[in-house]
């Protein structure tokens, strides 16, 4: 057990709270729930947006220079020529596309939606510790939503360089020809940052202070503590990002040299720092994806999680080595030689983590008892979809496999597996779990399955062939492949995976037909407060919680995975009870 | 619907090299040429079944499991919080492994860039948005040599300009040398980064502005032609920054180089009386 023991909570005061007008309940509020739920339909609005950006992508890939259906002829001019995708409005759209999805749609997803309504319920406080920094977090989220929508309607356009907004090409206007829209990038950025840091500040804050009475470090669910190293991890690496998005800003606008070979300045420079901001960006993507994954397979596995510290150490291993494997990224950037040598040796073992926690959710189901509702069927598809992304990753890791795969669609494949397998599936399954505690009712089970099972096949097809495809040779961010010889024969899989990410878009209206149905007549189905049967603290409040979360601080008695105690009549046993004399809970 | 969940992965991962196979390939890669491109070729085809024999082992299990485990009334899961040795085997087994792959790996990486050897023909290869320039040694088989620093609109590759090896070098915008001999590469860029990328090579390599990469070499065993591939986005033009490659064979080459050295001498002669005419003038 822990040293560390938790302090009450100061007053939770549910008693006497005025009703609040709309403005104070929706728009500036300082109740956790509700900010979660701002940056939740915020993100899905920037979900569709970033998706339908990808599926331009996809249709001028599969079928070049012709005119996109239906909407081409609205696309700006930077964009699009008599309906048909220019290359520099390609750039834009691959650029536009991974930069609105890595910061406008998963962080603040994982992060902004489920860490602030689940951190102060799973952990027993009230509310977070500094609610108006985080309503500030999220308006500096909009904010920062607003800058990089408006890089569309700059003179020149949207930034075309890349996510990744590799140096000199991004910091000098007569290279990049975009100046203001990649001006708007990197203040977005920036301002985006901001919001990440007050956010992670928060949270950090949070759980070392706030927690309930009997909430020790190891009874934390598994969902705050990937959320907590996550929130360490944001504090330690976005700084970075931060500045150097405000070096290329200078670089861009002021005359400075930070990147800039003829000014002195040095363009690897900008690489080093994006990584050592980057690599511990992809574990941010995947760590909170990770605890709300262990949530769900313990609930309808009806068992503890197998191995529940080893999980936690192997978290923390993941946050700790990922500061040490940013030049995985750049083994053939015109790096020094040897130094590619021993990143590869960290990166193998960044590796071995997620294989013990991939081998513990598997130890969580055996000898289950599997309940396959939807939230359960993303849950395990997570853990396969990751189990691939991870294993690719192993390929490029080995630093002569990367001399041939580098830079081309294997590493699309890559990381398309275990953002959208991995964090994209848990996000999806984590709103089928938690959105009767937010909403107070339930989403539509078949329309939940028939939602599941075409994004899984949708995905694998749109995606798998990009393995295929970058092993044939095809680069990343090329406008039009067939004008390669040598790639001309690779067309079929493009037009495959199109038309997988096709299904994909389509299906995600499924989904979202699914929140609008079940919100439209929420009284019908109406949750209980505990509808899977769960232990953790959200679960023995109201659905949704009200102002203040608990009635009366709760108390903490065990672990949140005591499922399946023998000598107990229910499968469960929720943290706030204390087990029975006759039963003997096991050590973890 | 549980036999819907185990049938799918089984459809989506055939499907890729059900249509490989067409191509007589399970990668769908083109056919590598060079001569330790095979070692490359060799290490991915070892992750490969390494990975695959991973993934179906441990996919059989968790996908046994769900099926073998899967609510049934009247029957308790079992409560267990872990096993400690089993963390530790599954800990150390994985450390092996990669600690195996991480030696192979950088054994090989060594190997692939050891020193080019002496007699290798070096070409200086110059980037830009959006194209390649070529240099080559002229008859004295020397290249003048490179200065960052002193490239300029005008001196495209930062030629030293009292090197007196450069003086009969000579530019091309194809890059042809011949087969079975090592050729020894010095890259630029001019502008914004950009890559030399051939993938029946197996080899990639950033060109940064301000550097010279000075560690590319290759061997290509047969006469073929290929394409020059740009693979760093770097601008509008990206996508169709290209040039050929031809691979001849040693007849072929000797053929094309002096063709190409009489040319640039006829060049500079004729530049040097414009000159002169000009000082009379
Ligand atoms: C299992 C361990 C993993 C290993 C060994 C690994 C290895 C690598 C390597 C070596 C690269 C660089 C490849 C190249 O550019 O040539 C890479 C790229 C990438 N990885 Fe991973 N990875 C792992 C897990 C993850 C996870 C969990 C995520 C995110 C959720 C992730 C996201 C990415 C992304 C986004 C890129 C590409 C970035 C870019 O160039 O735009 N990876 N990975
Ligand atoms: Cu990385
Ligand atoms: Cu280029």
Redesign the pocket.
């Known amino acids: 057990m822990s040293a560390i023991t938790a302090e009450p909570p100061a007053s939770t005061g549910q008693a006497h709270h005025p009703e609040v007008g709309f403005f104070h309940k929706y728009i500036w509020t300082y109740d956790h729930k509700m900010i979660g739920i701002q940056y939740l339909w915020t993100a899905l609005f920037f979900l569709l947006v970033g998706g339908g950006l990808a599926l331009l992508v996809r249709y001028q890939l599969a079928w070049p220079n012709t005119p996109v259906p239906l909407i081409g002829q609205f696309l700006p001019a930077t964009v699009a020529s008599d309906g048909a995708i220019i290359p520099g409005g390609y750039n834009m759209l691959v650029t536009m596309h ?1 930069t609105l999805m890595v910061f406008f749609v998963v962080m603040p997803l994982l992060i902004g939606t489920f860490g602030n309504f689940l951190i102060p319920l799973q952990i027993g406080a009230g509310d977070m510790a500094f609610p108006l920094l985080n309503e500030l977090s999220y308006w500096l989220y909009v904010v920062s939503g607003f800058l990089i929508l408006a890089a569309f309607f700059a003179p020149g356009g949207a930034p075309g360089t ?3 907004a590799y140096a000199p090409l991004s910091a000098e206007a007569k290279y990049n020809g975009t100046q203001m829209g990649q001006s708007l990038w990197g203040i977005a950025i920036f301002v985006n940052g901001l919001s990440s840091i007050a956010g992670a500040t928060n949270y950090i804050t949070t759980v070392v202070n706030m927690r309930a009475p009997g909430m020790t470090m190891f009874r934390m669910p598994l969902t705050v503590w990937s959320l907590f190293i996550t929130a360490i991890l944001l504090v330690l690496a976005v700084p970075v990002l931060s500045a150097a998005a405000a070096m290329l800003f200078c670089d861009l606008n002021m005359g400075t040299s930070f990147f800039k070979p003829a000014g002195g300045g040095q363009p690897l420079l900008w690489q080093h720092l994006f990584w050592f901001f ?1 690599h511990p960006e ?2 941010i ?2 760590l909170p994806a990770m605890g709300l994954v262990s949530e769900i397979i313990a609930v309808f596995a009806r068992k503890p999680i197998f191995g529940y510290k080893a999980m936690v150490y192997a978290m923390i291993a993941i946050g700790f080595l990922g500061f040490i494997v940013w030049g ?2 750049m ?1 053939v950037s015109g790096m020094n030689l040897t130094l590619s040598a021993t990143f590869s040796v960290s ?2 073992f ?2 071995v983590p ?1 294989a013990i926690k991939t081998f513990n959710w598997m130890g969580t189901v055996w000898r289950g008892s599997i309940e396959f509702t939807t939230a359960m069927c993303f849950a395990l598809a997570f853990v396969t979809m ?1 189990v691939i ?2 294993l690719s ?2 390929f ?2 080995s630093t002569p496999v ?1 001399l041939f ?3 081309t669609y294997f ?1 699309v494949a ?2 398309h597996y ?2 959208f397998g ?2 994209i599936l848990a996000i999806f399954g984590a709103l089928y779990f938690w959105f009767p505690k937010m909403f107070g009712c339930m989403l539509n089970e078949t329309l939940g399955k028939v939602h599941f099972f075409l994004t899984f096949i949708f995905f694998n097809l749109a995606f798998f062939p990009m393995h295929n495809l970058g092993l044939g040779g095809m680069m990343r961010r090329i406008a039009d492949p067939t004008v390669y010889e040598h790639l001309r024969q690779l067309q079929p899989l493009n037009q495959i995976s199109t038309i997988g990410a096709m299904g994909l878009g389509f299906t995600t209206f499924i989904f979202l037909g699914n929140i609008i149905i079940t919100l439209w007549n929420r009284k019908s189905h109406p949750a209980p407060d505990n509808p899977w049967h769960a232990n953790t603290l959200e679960w023995t409040v109201p659905s949704p919680p009200g102002h203040g979360n608990f009635p009366v601080t709760p108390t903490v008695y065990h672990g949140p995975y005591e499922y399946s105690v023998p000598g107990l009549d229910k499968d469960y046993l929720p943290q706030t009870e204390p087990a029975p004399a006759h039963v003997k809970l096991e050590a973890h | 619907m549980k036999f819907l969940l185990r049938l799918l992965p089984v459809l989506a991962f055939g499907l890729s090299p059900a249509l490989a196979e067409q191509y007589n390939n399970l990668y769908w890669a083109p056919p590598n040429v060079t001569v330790g491109g095979e070692e490359i070729d060799k290490i991915l085809n070892f992750i490969f079944w390494l990975t695959l024999l991973v993934f179906i082992a441990t996919q059989a299990v968790y996908i046994t499991y769900l099926v073998k485990y899967r609510r049934r009334p009247g029957v308790k899961a079992h409560y267990s919080h872990g096993n400690n040795k089993l963390e530790i085997i599954w800990t150390t087994i994985p450390v092996l492994i990669f600690l195996g792959l991480a030696i192979y790996s950088n054994r090989v990486w060594k190997e692939l860039f050891r020193n080019p050897p002496p007699d290798a023909l070096q070409v200086n290869i110059s980037s830009y948005q959006f194209g390649w320039d070529f240099r080559y040694p002229g008859a004295d088989g020397k290249l003048g040599e490179v200065e960052v620093k002193g490239i300029t609109a005008e001196n495209k590759f930062g030629v030293k300009a009292d090197d007196p090896a450069a003086a009969d070098d000579f530019t091309a915008t194809e890059l042809v040398f011949p087969a079975g001999k090592p050729v020894h590469i010095i890259l630029n860029a001019r502008d914004v980064i950009h890559s030399f990328y051939v993938p029946s090579f197996r080899l990639y390599q950033d060109a940064v502005p301000g550097r010279t990469i000075s560690w590319v070499w290759f061997e290509v065993k047969e006469p073929i032609n290929l394409e020059l591939a740009c693979s760093q986005l770097c601008g509008k033009g990206h996508y169709n920054m290209k040039a050929p490659i031809r691979v001849l064979s040693q007849e072929d080459y000797d053929k094309w180089f002096d063709g190409k050295v009489k040319a640039a001498a006829q060049a500079r002669a004729m530049d040097d009386e414009k000159s002169l005419h000009a000082a009379a003038n």
């Open positions: 991974a890349g996510w990744t980057g992809v574990y993507l995947i995985h990224h083994f990166t193998m960044i590796a997620s990751f992304g991870g990753g192993i490029m890791a990367d795969v580098h830079h590493i890559h990381f275990v953002i991995g964090s």
